[in-house]
């Protein structure tokens, strides 16, 4: 069954730089964007961006470029994000999710999630 | 501003049928497919409906549809493990991003 497992929660201070990882089984992993999306507490979620496993073609929301980097690792089946100059209001939990794709077209939609990794960014 | 809308509350009683729009805009809805997400106790989301495909594993009281730019959840037969906040989402080309909606509060009476 297709599963994503998280890294645990992290503690930064402000102005440093996180990274956050998601190992995913049960599918072959090149064929599915990974999406990140975080959502700060009592917020609704908020997309940050996607990245192909198969060529690491990323696409990134405008509100987090230059600050996000997002990779792959595809022998070890691993999406990577790293989130740089952390600020208070960084303070989320953050998920990995697959893009659903369907009859070779994908229409950014998630069809499996990650458990989510709390940062916190406090001085 | 949400570029989607949700209620921000329904609430109904075991059994009933209730319905949770979605609404967008040409840019978004009207253009593509929408995601429910489920989200119990503030755990992870869980993927209840793809467009007006059910997701394996979800039970079959969950639909969706669209009409322009309105998509819909609808949960026929409400069950108490339904009460849960839920999100829409969907691609909205002209700001080139996932958006989601501010999100409904289902509670189950």
């Known amino acids: 069954q297709v599963q994503f497992v998280q890294s645990g929660a992290e503690m930064k201070k402000p102005g440093t730089s996180v990274r956050v990882s998601c190992k995913a089984s049960g599918y072959t992993f090149s064929d599915y964007a990974i999406n990140w999306v975080r959502q700060a507490p009592g917020q609704k979620p908020e997309w940050m961006g996607w990245?192909?496993?198969?060529?690491?073609?990323?696409k990134y929301s405008q509100r987090f470029l230059g600050r996000v980097t997002m990779t792959t690792d595809t022998s070890a089946t691993t999406a990577y994000l790293a989130l740089s100059s952390l600020r208070n209001e960084d303070t989320a939990v953050y998920y990995c999710?697959?893009?659903?794709?369907?009859?070779?077209?994908?229409?950014?939609?998630?069809?499996?999630w990650g458990q989510g990794t709390l940062v916190t960014v406090s001085s | 501003q949400s570029a989607l809308t949700q209620e921000a509350s329904v609430s109904g009683t075991v059994g009933q049928k209730v319905t949770l729009s979605c609404a967008g805009n040409p840019n978004n809805i009207g253009s593509y497919d929408v995601g429910w997400y489920q989200q119990i106790s503030h755990g992870a989301p869980k993927t209840v409906m793809l467009?007006?495909s059910l997701p394996s594993g979800i039970p079959g009281r969950f639909s969706g549809s669209k009409s322009g730019t309105t998509a819909s959840l609808t949960i026929s037969g409400l069950q108490p493990e339904d009460e849960a906040e839920y999100y829409c989402s969907t691609w909205d080309y002209s700001l080139r991003a996932v958006v989601f909606g501010g999100g409904t509060k289902l509670t189950v009476l």
């Open positions: 990245i192909s496993p198969a060529n690491d073609n990323t």
């Open positions: 467009g007006n």
């Open positions: 999710a697959r893009e659903h794709c369907s009859g070779g077209s994908c229409n950014r939609n998630f069809d499996y």
